[in-house]
């Protein structure tokens, strides 16, 4: 059979998705530890200096950057898959089902989530040239002198074109990740969903599901807003730079508030179980349609 995806109550995606979040906290707060624990370890124990310490003024790579960055690597980026498998695997199936005893297909579908991922790096490295390209095209032929910036300055109008291009990839990006989204929920619980069927199921909304996203991000927005300021103000802590007056604290600073920093992440999962359920993918058979 045919499953086709009715219209989606973007109030009702919201509610659902801050309900679950909610209601799996506790939940939430173990997983989110566990995700910035190995990041924090490595740099309490010195492993991430060199590559805290590189700046592009100094003289050459400090000693052991290569294995410092590969490290930090392995401990966000990498370290981040298995995480976000638990968190789909929370709130579409339960805490009851969130680890199971062998750890094999958590690995193997970590792997599978790696080697998907890679379409989005793709997606973006193609975005991100095309996007450069337009902007560097119109600095180039334009004769406004807004648009004429130095090497150490931009122009005010390049500035906003700039500005206008990054908004723009990441709207594309997001799209293409919210449509896809159904396929990688369901490579988290071992359910086989093709991209091509996911991409058919969404087609009806796009829209939809990216405003319930935006607004959703609202409150999150606000939040992180507080604690970045909160961090830089009461203990000289600035989270987007990397820097703090000791690293010991920033990473400590990380590993408590652990549960607020992974709220974005967590809240993309939560509201793509739900657009998950209301396509009715539990109910859909990959192998029954082919």
């Known amino acids: 059979m045919t499953i086709e995806c009715t219209s989606l109550c973007i109030l009702s995606s919201i509610k659902q998705t801050y309900r679950g979040l909610w209601h799996y906290k506790f939940q939430h707060v173990i ?15 010195g492993l991430l200096d060199p590559v805290s ?10 000693d052991g950057f290569n294995l410092s960055f590969t490290i930090l690597v392995g401990t966000t980026l990498l370290w981040a898959m298995p995480m976000t498998i638990l968190w789909q695997r ?5 805490p009851e089902h969130l680890i199971r005893r062998k750890v094999w297909p958590l ?14 790096f793709g997606l973006l490295l193609v975005a991100g040239a095309a996007i450069t390209w337009g902007i560097l095209y119109l600095r180039i032929f334009s004769g406004s002198e807004k648009m004429m910036g130095t090497i150490t300055r931009m122009g005010d109008m390049e500035y906003a074109l700039y500005a206008f291009g990054l908004l723009a990839m990441v709207l594309f990006l997001l799209i293409i990740s919210l449509r896809f989204s159904l396929a990688f929920s369901s490579l988290s619980i071992g359910k086989p ?13 796009t829209f939809r599901m990216l405003i319930a996203t935006l607004l959703s991000s609202l409150p999150i927005l606000a939040i992180y807003s507080v604690l970045l ?8 802590i600035d989270l987007l730079a990397g ?4 690293s010991d604290m920033m990473y400590i600073f990380i590993l408590i508030f652990a549960p607020i920093l992974s709220l974005p ?10 657009f998950y359920r209301h396509c009715g993918c539990p109910e859909f058979s990959e192998q029954a349609n082919h």
Request: hydrophobic share 45%; with cysteine.
């Open 229 to 236: 300021w909160a961090a830089e103000y009461y203990f000289n």
């Open 90 to 94: 929370l709130y579409l199936l339960g």
């Open 193 to 205: 969903l093709r991209f091509t069927t996911s991409w058919f199921m969404t087609r009806k909304n």
């Open 53 to 62: 310490t590189a700046s592009p003024s100094a003289q050459g790579m400090p």
């Open 107 to 120: 690995i193997t579908r970590s792997l599978k989530l790696i080697n998907h991922s890679l379409i989005f």
């Open 31 to 45: 997983i989110s530890i566990l995700a910035v624990l190995p990041f924090c370890l490595a740099g309490l124990s």
């Open 243 to 246: 820097t703090a007056q000791s």
């Open 265 to 274: 992440l967590a809240t993309y999962c939560s509201l793509t179980s739900t």
